[in-house]
């Protein structure tokens, strides 16, 4: 039944790490 919230979870949390790699370029 859950399914979808599942799928938006997983583009989220991908969206958010390219984002968090991106931010973190100067860091790392």
């Known amino acids: 039944m859950s399914c979808h919230i599942y799928i938006y979870i997983y583009i989220y949390i991908y969206i958010y ?3 968090i ?3 973190s370029s ?3």
Do not use: S
């Open 21 to 23: 790699i991106r931010n």
């Open 26 to 28: 100067d860091i790392y």
């Open 17 to 19: 790490y390219l984002l």
